[in-house]
T-cell receptor, first 112, second 114 residues
Framework: DQQVKQNSPSLSVQEGRISILNCDYT??????FLWYKKYPAEGPTFLIS?????DKNEDGRFTVFLNKSAKHLSLHIVPSQPGDSAVYFC???????????FGTGTSLTVIP | DSGVTQTPKHLITATGQRVTLRCSPR?????VYWYQQSLDQGLQFLIQ???????AKGNILERFSAQQFPDLHSELNLSSLELGDSALYFC?????????????FGPGTRLTVL
């Protein structure tokens, strides 16, 4: 049972434009959400996170939005750069557990 | 470089065999996590160890087992291998357990079962 879903396997965006990656979850107990970025032949690396007490967290070009009522989060990258081309995973957990639940990933291609 | 090392990088074996994957966490990290990523699947959490003790268990098959040694490195043992066990296996480490501990991932071990 996939508790965290990324329904878009891939996304292509022009350099300089906004990239929006989406993630949906089913478990209302999740209280912490993360985005990881993965390049080929490397492990995922942490990008940005958000606690369920917030609805937005910003770090440079990256902003994560959380809509708890819709059980939806999104990652905005502005402006997109070719180096952002990677697979992006969203993940979620609840504080009483140590288990992270990952989505299936979205492959982002930023076209120069 | 995350500081987490995994060996081997690639492993090719036959059905029915047994393999051991090894992970060395970042210096100072006490928690080790194992994940499996099959084709078109997200990372599936298998198991977590904290300072030598099992802390959390996910969707780990009975044919799989893991342990964390006193020097904090961890091994994931996969036995009676099946074709469906072919996947990328990632190890991650973090400083503690619980709370909002960031996990640092190794480069993974690609297992191919023929």
């Amino acid at each position: 049972d996939q508790q965290v879903k990324q329904n878009s396997p891939s996304l292509s965006v022009q350099e300089g434009r906004i990239s929006i990656l989406n993630c949906d979850y089913t478990n209302s107990m999740f209280d912490y959400f993360l985005w990881y970025k993965k390049y080929p032949a490397e492990g995922p690396t942490f990008l940005i996170s958000i606690s369920s007490i917030k609805d937005k967290n910003e770090d440079g070009r990256f902003t994560v939005f959380l809509n708890k009522s819709a059980k939806h989060l999104s990652l905005h990258i502005v402006p997109s750069q070719p180096g952002d081309s990677a697979v992006y995973f969203c993940a979620a957990r609840w504080d009483t557990g140590n288990q992270f639940y990952f989505g299936t990933g979205t492959s982002l291609t930023v076209i120069p | 470089d995350s500081g987490v090392t995994q060996t081997p990088k690639h492993l090719i074996t036959a059905t029915g065999q047994r393999v051991t994957l090894r992970c060395s966490p970042r210096s100072g990290d006490l928690s080790v996590y194992w994940y499996q990523q099959s084709l078109d699947q997200g990372l599936q959490f298998l198991i977590q160890y904290y300072n030598g003790e099992e802390r959390a268990k996910g969707n780990i098959l009975e044919r799989f087992s893991a342990q964390q040694f006193p020097d904090l490195h961890s091994e994931l043992n996969l036995s009676s291998l099946e074709l469906g066990d072919s996947a990328l296996y990632f190890c991650a480490s973090s400083t503690g357990t619980g709370g909002f501990n960031e996990q640092f991932f190794g480069p993974g071990t690609r297992l191919t079962v023929l």
